[in-house]
Nanobody
Framework: QGQLVESGGGSVTPGGSLRLSCAAS????????IGWFRQAPGKEREIVSCINSSGGGTYSADSVKGRFTISRDDAKKMIYLQMNGLKPEDTGRYSC??????????????????????WGQGTQVTVSS
């Protein structure tokens, strides 16, 4: 079992930016796809973005495409989510999760939260005027 710890959340006004970080430890990050998910009160958890183990394949939800960028630095055991042009509907708790996949390669990242093996505790993002 590994550990993921998110940081970088906070409160911003619409149009602002935040950079979330996910620190990985206790496992070999190179074998895992990483996803960022968010959950607003009364809503189901939804995919924000994910990145495969090699870093060459990414997926972003339509709602954040062009505004958010996911990246990873395996040497530093860090995954990032750069969020620009934030909107009130981006408000929620953001969590990162790791998925080794059925074949243990993590070469494909999936938008479903049920695919992921373990999770961080999350960090709150609030966008309001």
């Amino acid at each position: 079992q590994g550990q993921l710890v998110e940081s970088g959340g906070g409160s911003v006004t619409p149009g602002g930016s935040l950079r979330l970080s996910c620190a990985a430890s206790g496992f070999n990050l190179e074998y895992y796809a990483i996803g960022w998910f968010r959950q607003a009160p009364g809503k189901e958890r939804e995919i924000v973005s994910c990145i495969n183990s090699s870093g060459g394949g990414t997926y972003s939800a339509d709602s954040v495409k062009g505004r958010f960028t996911i990246s990873r630095d395996d040497a530093k055991k860090m995954i990032y989510l750069q969020m620009n042009g934030l909107k009130p509907e981006d408000t929620g708790r953001y969590s990162c999760a790791a998925d080794r996949g059925m074949d243990g390669s993590g070469e494909v990242c999936f938008p479903s939260p049920y695919e992921y093996d373990f999770w961080g505790q999350g960090t709150q993002v609030t966008v309001s005027s």
